[in-house]
T-cell receptor, first 116, second 115 residues
Framework: AQKVTQAQTEISVVEKEDVTLDCVYETRDTTYYLFWYKQPPSGELVFLIRRNSFDEQNEISGRYSWNFQKSTSSFNFTITASQVVDSAVYFCALSEELQGAQKLVFGQGTRLTINP | DSGVTQTPKHLITATGQRVTLRCSPRSGDLSVYWYQQSLDQGLQFLIHYYNGEERAKGNILERFSAQQFPDLHSELNLSSLELGDSALYFC??????????????FGPGTRLTVL
């Protein structure tokens, strides 16, 4: 079965520091998709990125960047020059297909606190 | 704003009762998913509907049921509620979601408290 591990339960940094959130996954599928979602204190889940297993290029979006390494089954997320508004719980997720349908398997989440 | 709406935002009820959670997907999306987020289990997939038909089931209790209507909105029914059913229930939608892996966009959630 698919599994996603986010070993860092909580991270606390001071504003403007860079921070990396780790995500390691397990799957027997050759084609799969990985996602990151953000859950701010207000509670909603906000989509950040979707990456398929054939695309190992790193992606950068503003202060956010993602490093996908298939060889180590990792999909890490870095925030550069962190800001207080980045404080949230971040979830890494892996798609799993069930007879054509799909579901997401989530990690336990990393609570990120950015202190002013 | 993801475009997925869920009502109500909060629900407080007593053990043994029955509640209905409602979800409207993004315009044009055919798939609706339900997830439960609890402190002990984390985010868990419950069920997936595609264009009105149930397509996949996860860790959904027999006391829980769902349906997707012709206008594509969905309802999650929880009955014989127990204290342990207290959780945040999310609905998500995607454009297709059948034989394709589309991004799932989540609604704001319904926080259920069972007293």
């Amino acid at each position: 079965a698919q599994k996603v591990t986010q070993a860092q339960t909580e991270i606390s940094v001071v504003e403007k520091e860079d921070v990396t959130l780790d995500c390691v996954y397990e799957t027997r599928d050759t084609t799969y998709y990985l996602f990151w979602y953000k859950q701010p204190p207000s509670g909603e889940l906000v989509f950040l990125i979707r990456r398929n297993s054939f695309d190992e290029q790193n992606e950068i979006s503003g202060r956010y960047s993602w490093n996908f390494q298939k060889s180590t089954s990792s999909f890490n997320f870095t925030i550069t020059a962190s800001q207080v508004v980045d404080s949230a719980v971040y979830f890494c997720a892996l798609s799993e297909e069930l007879q054509g349908a799909q579901k997401l398997v989530f990690g336990q989440g990393t609570r990120l606190t950015i202190n002013p | 704003d993801s475009g997925v709406t869920q009502t109500p935002k909060h629900l407080i009820t007593a053990t043994g009762q029955r509640v209905t959670l409602r979800c409207s997907p993004r315009s044009g999306d055919l798939s609706v998913y339900w997830y439960q987020q609890s402190l002990d289990q984390g985010l868990q997939f419950l069920i997936h509907y595609y264009n009105g038909e149930e397509r996949a089931k996860g860790n959904i209790l027999e006391r829980f049921s769902a349906q997707q209507f012709p206008d594509l909105h969905s309802e999650l029914n929880l009955s014989s509620l127990e204290l342990g059913d207290s959780a945040l229930y999310f609905c998500a939608s995607s454009a297709k979601g059948l034989f394709s892996t589309d991004t799932q966009y989540f609604g704001p959630g319904t926080r259920l408290t069972v007293l």
